[in-house]
């Protein structure tokens, strides 16, 4: 079963503009994880963050947790083409990730 | 670094055929997991190993699936035999002492 529900499913964005993904979970957790897939390969680790964090900056990456709603959300900023792919929360309780459904991200040129 | 290392990447196999799924982990990474990614969903855990013990595995259909890491290192999936809903995306991570995960690039089986 996935713990994770992500919002949208699908998000369709022209390169540049921002890209907003959201992600609900159920259960208390050490950190939350968010995951890119292109297509056809395997899932490639962004960005963790832990229970006791707000927010968090990678480059064009920012995810923020509010642990009172049980809520993640990941920004990119200023979109490219290559963005284009599938991303996933994944929420860790002791050594298990649980994954949600993902967002499947198209930025088009 | 060479990464996770899966194989094959692709099997196309019958119904009620057996199928196997190799996967090499990153060196000195002692927890491997299986994964089963149906299309348009999330990967969600078949099996956990710490070194050659498999520590979570509550997700596996045992009926039909087997797995095994005999030496701590190499793991094998089987499946057997194969029904037509196992078609899906197997894919295999291994963690050293972080939490992070390294995934390979999955194995795509086709059940027809």
């Known amino acids: 079963s996935q713990q994770g529900e992500e919002d949208p499913q699908a998000l369709s964005i022209q390169e540049g503009e921002n890209a907003t993904m959201n992600c609900s979970y159920k259960t208390s957790i050490n950190n939350l994880q968010w995951y890119r897939q292109n297509s056809g390969r395997g899932l490639v680790h962004l960005i963790l963050?832990?229970?006791?964090?707000r927010e968090k900056h990678s480059g064009r990456l920012r995810v923020t947790l509010d642990t009172s709603k049980k809520s993640s959300s990941l920004l990119i900023t200023a979109s490219r083409a290559a963005d284009t792919a599938s991303y996933f929360c994944?929420?860790?309780?002791?050594?298990?990730?649980?994954f949600g459904g993902g967002t499947r991200l198209m930025v088009k040129p | 670094e060479a990464g996770v290392v899966q194989s094959p990447r692709y099997k196309i196999i019958e119904k009620k055929q057996p199928v196997a799924f190799w996967c090499n982990p990153i060196?000195?990474?002692?927890?491997l997991y299986w994964y089963l990614q149906n299309l348009g969903q999330g990967p969600e855990l078949l099996i956990r190993y710490e070194n050659e013990e498999a520590v979570d595995d509550s997700q596996l259909p045992k009926d039909r699936f087997s797995a095994e890491r005999l030496k701590g290192v190499d793991s094998t999936l089987k499946i057997q035999p194969a029904e037509l809903g196992d078609s899906a995306v197997y894919l295999c991570a291994s963690s050293g002492n972080s939490n992070q995960q390294y995934f390979g690039p999955g194995t795509r089986l086709t059940v027809t």
């Open positions: 060196s000195g990474h002692n927890t």
């Open positions: 994944a929420t860790n309780a002791g050594n298990m990730l649980t």
């Open positions: 963050i832990r229970s006791n964090e």
